[in-house]
């Protein structure tokens, strides 16, 4: 089971958000899943995380590229540690492209249930990112 797991929030990782398949977001992603690390007030489904990998991230960074660097499963939740990483070439939450190689470090949890994702925690790095970037 926990090889399952990790293979799920790998597939997604790699297929989804680097790659951009909307086929396999469909395929991974549970109709109620809920995330936890969306800004208060914000929607929190599965919708809101294609919008942020479809119209934040992969608009605003070329060449898209999902480093992991470890997973972790216990019980139904897979902990993984990874990169997301690219150049700055589109505006990216309000600052305007630098040509900058960019690398947000990620934290995140992921339920699984039967082989989807369910529920997702996580921290990152992208507002230092950012702050980095305004001051390019």
Known sequence: MPAD??????????EVIQNG?????RA???????????????????ESMWNTFQHVLRPALSHLTVTLHDQISEGDKVTTRKTISGVHTGTFMGVPA????????VIDIV?????????HWGVNTLPNVLAALSKA
């Not at 630098?98 to 470090?105: E, L, M, P, Q, Y």
């Open 5 to 14: 797991q990790k293979e799920v929030v790998r597939r997604f990782n790699i």
């Open 21 to 25: 398949n909307e086929t396999a977001f």
């Open 28 to 46: 991974l992603m549970a109709a109620d899943f809920i995330n936890h690390s969306a800004p208060q007030g914000m929607p929190n489904g599965p």
């Open 98 to 105: 630098t040509g900058r190689d960019v690398a947000i470090s």
């Open 111 to 119: 339920r699984v249930q039967d082989g989807k994702y369910a529920e």
